[in-house]
């Protein structure tokens, strides 16, 4: 892994998470996005070298829907950022982890992604990325 990519963080509302982290880090996002695929509309803020993604689902039956049900708002996911993400879940694998899908899916951001369950992971969701192209 190459380095802390991202932190994502659950919403219930992006565009007032939007103001309240515009006021925050003095700076507006640099990017909106949805992943229909994922159920979520996406917004990122540049941190130095290191981003912070806000989740609102976009659908009743999104994992960050179901998220905010059970935990209520806040940090949902450490994203890595990885050279090859294939042979990082093929060695994480390996090494007993559960990944939440078989093959990487686009994600927001131009990223190949992957979950790991987080009961392998101290409770904490990991995701693998790594930029496409």
């Known amino acids: 892994m190459l380095k802390i990519e ?3 963080i659950a919403v219930k509302d992006l565009s007032k998470s939007n103001a309240l982290f515009e006021k925050l880090f003095g700076a507006a996002p640099y990017k909106l996005e949805k992943v229909e695929s ?3 509309s996406t917004s990122f803020f540049m941190m130095g070298e290191s981003k912070i993604e ?3 689902a976009t659908n009743p039956d999104s994992p960050i829907a179901k998220f905010i049900e059970k935990k209520g708002e806040g940090i949902h996911h450490i994203a890595f950022e990885v050279k ?3 042979i990082e879940m093929k060695r994480l694998q390996n090494e007993g982890f559960t990944l939440l899908s078989e093959h990487p899916k686009k994600g ?3 990223k190949l992604i992957c979950f790991l369950h987080p009961k392998g992971t101290n409770g904490v969701l990991i995701e693998l990325c790594q930029e496409i192209g």
């Open 108 to 110: 927001a951001d131009n």
């Open 84 to 86: 090859d993400i294939y």
């Open 38 to 40: 994922e159920g979520v």
């Open 6 to 8: 991202h932190l994502g």
């Open 54 to 56: 806000l989740l609102e």
